[in-house]
Structures are given as C-alpha cells and as structure tokens.
C-alpha cells in the first residue's frame, strides 16, 4: 500500500534521508524508530507528498506520488504532524467541519461525532481549540485525520504528549483502523508502544538500518544465555550442567533459576534438558534470554548498522 | 480548482476574523477617517465659519476646471468637485486590508504550525491562494462598501442641491466599481505573495510598503489635483489593474514553493 523506493532527501549539503527502501502493506502497522534527526518527519513528509524527494520514489496504492497525482493521492493519505496545527479561535467542531470540506466529505457533523464519540471528545465539540490541553490538542488532531477514512496513515509521534489512558484508546483506535485495512506508518520514540502496537520495527538513522518484527529484532541480538527455572533448589544440579558445558562456562544460580551461559544453544540445549531429566530435575521452564527492544535499538543506532545482530 | 475547497476555506477565514474583530479596527478606522474628512471639509468647516465654498477662488478656479454639471450652484460646485476628489481615499481600504489581514494570510498558518495539515489534504495551490485572498477581500470590501454607502447617503443628506445626483457619474462610477476593487485585489494578491515568502508576519508587513507607496502616492496626486483620470482613462486603469492582478495570481502560485515553507525558517 505504502511503497518507498530508495528514498533519498538532502537539504543543501546536509543529507537527511539516504537510500531507505521499504513498504508498508494494508492491515499493517510499521513503527518507525530513531534518534532525534534521524530523517522520520522527513521520511514521513515524502510519503504524504509534502516534499519531493532528492531522488527515488513513493507509491501509494501502486500510483506513483507526482505533482500531478499528488491532489488525488492526499484523499487517500491521512497525515498527521507533529504538531497538532489546530486553529485556536475555532472549536473542535469548527476546525473539523473546515477539514470535512476540505475533503468534500457528505454528513460533516455526523461523522464528526462518531470520530469524537471514539476518542471520548464529544463533550469538548464546542471548546476553542487554543483552550485545550496539549493531550485533547493531539486527539483532535488525530481525529481530523481519520475523518476522511483515509486508507494510509502518517502518524508523527500520535501519543506524545498523551497521558497513558489516552495513549491506549489511541492504541486501540489504531489496532481497529489495521482490522479495517489500513496501512499504517507511526513514527514513534516510544519503544513499549512500537513494540505493543507494531506488526514491523523499521529503525532509521538517515538509512534504514533494520526492519523487522520486534520479537525477531530482539531475537537477533541474543545474550546468549539460557534460563533454566526449576522446581526446588537448583544448586545440587550445578555439576551436572557444568560436565555438559564444560568447566569455564559461566553457570550462576538465580533464585530458582539455573542461568547457563552456552555457546551454541542449538546443539546443546537439548543435551542440557536431557541431563537434567536423567538427574530427576524438575524443570519448570526454559528459555534463552532475548534482548529488550530498547538495547537492540540502542545497539542499532550506536553500530548504524546490524553490526554483530 | 475546486470550489467547494476553496469555499470550505473561506469559511474558516471568515469565521477566524469574526473572532478576532480587533483585526479589521484598521480598516474601519481608515474608512471612517475616509468618511469623515470630505464632510468636515466641504459641509462642517463652511458651515462653522459661515463662509461659502465658491468664497474660495482658487477652489472655484479648479473646479470650474473640472467640468461640472451647469445645472450646479457655485457652492455646489465646488462641494461637488470636493466630493469627488476625496471618493479616491476609498482605495486606501483595501490597501489597509492588505496589509492588516492579507500579510498574515500564509505566513501566520506557518507561525501556528497549522499550515502542514492543511498542505496535507487536497487543497492545491491555487485553491489555497484564492481562499487566502477572497478570505481577506470579502470583510475589506465589505466595509469599504459600507463606507461608500454611508458617503452617498452623507451627501444626500448633508450636501447641496443637486451635489448628490451629480455625483452619480461616470468618473465616480468607474472609480467606486470598477477602479477600486481591481485595485483592492492588486493590493491583496501582493500582500498574499509576500505571505507566502516570508518568515513572519512583520516582515511581511514591511515588504507590504511596497504596495503602500505607489498605490497612496497615486492617492495623494489625485487629491492635490495633480492627476486626474477622466472616464476612458479609468476603464483602461481598471483592465490594467486586473490584468495585473491575474498575473500576480499565477505568480503567486508558481513562486508557492511548499517545501522552502514547511522546511525552513531562515
């Protein structure tokens, strides 16, 4: 739905975006991570046709964005800034009403209630905007985004500024519009909800450095090490762990846990469950330690690049 | 270019404005300064010091000059010729308009973060323009015309026999109708233009006395009499006034540059 094709943005000498290639299919949900100045807003800019590209392409729906689809393609795209850009004079029923015309939209108020209605905003319909607080600023603006249905959505950083009941009707709201076939694109630094919303994680420092689903980003940068939880105390089961990975492995006991340091845990993961049922263990769960989301991100950003993932 | 976008824009100037009156205070206070000098001059002053307007030779001299109606007294004469002169500082308001609302037209969406989200949707350039410009001349011509209503209504009133059916002319018409908007929209589209290039709303106001100066300049002449436009003379004005204004528009439009307005600040 979302196609970028070897995206590139450069302002003066100063290059913002090189190279990204990636896309975003219906009923999907990318979460776009990076450091500040990393090219997001401006990758998000080129994908709703606000600026050109210094070279490559973006396609929504197969049609290539250009000057002269551009007018058609922004009834398809949903955008939302950073900033909300609300009109400060104008209520929240106003400031709608003028985006319905804008998008030629039939029955204005009625689809403007049913979208205040899914945010909990009805009862603010006829406050002034520059009355408003950051977080009801941000839902408005996300409402005037969904207003027209669109079929793809920009979102810069939705929930900044949200408070956590807000950031979960939001969550929510977007999980609903995936269901209903969107393509859906967040640009994010908050890597709990990138990782709680998010089908794919692209991480971005004016390249792409990876794209991924969380779980397998996080897959990628192992610790290496294996948790072992047993019933009882796992202490007298030391001797036999360590005559399988040998004498310098690192073992430590955890609690309950036997925490294993292995080399190839592949091969050896099952001769380690295999020793320690012979030895009458009581093995309540296994598992290899993954990476949090925040370290594999933090190790992506730093390296800029897969480096050893 | 879509009218239903361009009117659903308008709408929310409009709308804006009438919450923000303070802002046409400059425009009102222009008109009605514009109002009430020809009165003071040519009703007040002679009623006050009992001393007729064709007392005045040098203004008899001029206004025979100008000519009048034979039907007119003198004094009517030389009030009539008065009236007709001070009929120019009309143009005035929409200069004003321009600067005072027309300057803020792009540049102050840009200040409120609010011109992103508008670029976002389908509006065109073109369409955005002309929302900004009709945004700023509907309230500007509306109060001029309310002026210009209440100077015809002074005159008839206020005036000499005969003064205000002299007035219903070619020159004035021309002036009023024709002349006046063309010139109104010159003024706006150019305050429009500067919007759209600028960082801030002053410095779109300073570049604004650029159109200030011809624009008032001409103004002035015509007042001191050292220019006088006969009927023919402003048709061809007004055409020259509106093909100009066609050109800015499509100078307007081909000079948007989105990218330089959502991208820098410098």
Redesign the interface.
Same mark, same amino acid.
């Given at each position: 739905m979302i196609a970028a094709q070897h995206l590139s943005r450069r302002?003066g000498s100063r290059t913002a975006v090189n190279d990204v290639t990636f896309e975003v299919a219906r009923s999907e949900i990318v979460a776009l991570l990076g450091p500040n100045g990393a090219g997001k807003t401006t990758t998000l800019?080129m994908l709703?046709?606000?600026?050109?590209p210094t070279s490559g392409t973006v396609a929504i729906g197969g049609v290539e964005l250009t000057r002269a689809t551009g007018?058609?393609l922004?009834?398809r795209?949903g955008?939302?800034?950073e900033?909300?850009?609300?009109?400060?004079?104008?209520t929240v029923r106003?400031n709608l009403r003028?985006?319905?015309?804008?998008?030629?939209l039939t029955d204005a108020d009625g689809r403007i209630d049913r979208a205040l209605d899914m945010l909990a905003l009805s009862d603010r319909a006829s406050t002034r905007s520059a009355e408003l607080s950051k977080g009801m600023r941000q839902k408005v603006?996300l409402v005037?985004?969904l207003l027209h249905e669109p079929a793809v959505l920009l979102l810069d950083e939705p929930t900044s500024g949200l408070d956590p009941e807000m950031t979960r009707s939001v969550r929510l709201l977007l999980e609903e519009r995936r269901r209903a076939g969107c393509a859906i694109l967040v640009s994010t630094h908050n890597l709990d909800e990138a990782q709680r919303l998010a089908d794919r994680v692209a991480v971005l420092q004016e390249r792409l450095v990876a794209i991924d689903r969380p779980a397998d980003l996080r897959r990628r940068l192992t610790t290496g090490r294996l948790i072992i939880r047993l019933g009882g105390d796992p202490s007298p089961f030391l001797d036999t762990v360590r005559r399988l990975v040998g004498p310098t492995a690192e073992i430590a006991v955890e609690r309950d846990s036997l925490v294993v340091h292995v080399a190839r845990p592949d091969e050896q993961t099952p001769a380690l469950v295999a020793a320690l049922v012979a030895a009458r263990a009581s093995i309540m769960e296994i598992r290899a330690e993954t990476a949090a989301l925040e370290d594999v991100y933090l190790h992506l950003v730093e390296n800029k690049g897969p480096g050893d993932l | 270019m879509?009218g239903?976008?361009v /009117? %659903? $824009?308008v709408?929310?100037e409009l709308?804006?404005l009438a919450?923000?009156p303070t802002a046409l205070m400059p425009v009102a206070i222009l008109t009605a300064f514009s109002l009430l000098l020809p009165f003071l001059v040519a009703v007040a002053i002679p009623a006050l010091t009992d001393r007729g307007l064709d007392r005045d030779a040098g203004l008899s001299r001029i206004s025979a000059a100008a000519n009048p109606p034979a039907a007119l007294s003198d004094a009517a004469r030389v009030q009539f010729f008065l009236f007709q002169q001070f009929l120019v500082l009309f143009l005035l308001t929409p200069i004003t308009g321009a600067l005072v609302l027309a300057a803020h037209a792009v540049v102050g969406e840009k200040q409120? /973060? %609010? $011109?992103?989200?508008?670029?976002?949707?389908?509006?065109?350039t073109l369409e955005l323009l002309a929302a900004k410009l009709f945004g700023a001349a509907i309230p500007t011509f509306a109060i001029s015309f309310v002026g210009l209503a209440l100077y015809a209504g002074g005159i008839l009133t206020f005036g000499l026999p005969g003064v205000a059916l002299a007035m219903l002319n070619a020159r004035s018409l021309l002036l009023v109708l024709w002349v006046s908007p063309a010139a109104g929209l010159v003024s706006l589209q150019s305050a429009v233009l500067i919007s759209s290039r600028v960082n801030d709303p002053r410095t779109a106001q300073q570049w604004g006395v650029l159109i200030v100066a011809p624009l008032s300049g001409l103004v002035i002449a015509h007042l001191m009499g050292a220019l006088s436009f006969s009927a023919p003379v402003l048709v061809l004005i007004g055409v020259g006034l509106f093909a100009v204004w066609l050109v800015l528009l499509l100078f307007s439009v081909a000079l948007f540059d989105?990218?330089t307005i959502?991208?820098r600040w410098r």
């Open positions: 302002f800019r709703a046709g606000l600026i050109g007018t058609a922004r009834m795209i955008f939302l800034p900033a909300p850009g609300l009109w400060d004079r104008l106003e003028a985006y319905a015309g804008l998008y030629g603006a005037r985004t | 879509n239903n976008r /009117r %659903a $824009l709408k929310k709308l804006d919450r923000n409120a /973060r %609010a $011109l992103e989200p508008l670029l976002a949707t389908p509006i065109t989105r990218e959502l991208t």
